[in-house]
């Protein structure tokens, strides 16, 4: 069982940046593959980025790719995912998950945990 509260949403302005983290219960945290995925009012939930376990492999969506950073802490339990050059298409709320499925990792049904987001406002 794995428990994710994310944190450091906010209102910023267009070319900004902020650092949402994730903290994660549970003992087994590294076995976890993690991802971020957002969901902007009126649109389908959409993958944002994810990391392997031990961090080494790193994967972003191409609306991002360039502009946010994830990693990850196992030593806290933490994820973090570093937003930078920030737009206002980017406004959405983020949520952090946990899985360890056999599908691909920009897919929702992935991941077995879910937080319950923190919303991120750019403003033009």
């Known amino acids: 069982q794995v428990q994710l509260v994310e944190s450091g949403g906010g209102l910023v302005q267009a070319g900004g940046s902020l650092r949402l983290s994730c903290a994660a219960s549970g003992r087994t945290f590294s076995s976890y593959r993690m991802g971020w995925f957002r969901h902007a009012p009126g649109k389908e939930r959409e993958f944002v980025a994810a990391?392997?376990?031990?961090?080494?492999?790193?994967y972003y969506a191409d609306s991002v790719k360039g502009r946010f950073t994830i990693s990850r802490d196992n030593a806290k339990n933490m994820v973090y995912l570093q937003l930078n050059n920030l737009k206002p298409e980017d406004t959405a709320v983020y949520y952090c998950a946990a899985g360890a499925g056999s599908r691909s990792v920009t897919q929702t049904a992935y991941y077995g945990y879910w937080g319950q987001g923190t919303q991120v406002t750019v403003s033009s």
């Open positions: 990391i392997s376990g031990p961090g080494g492999s790193l």
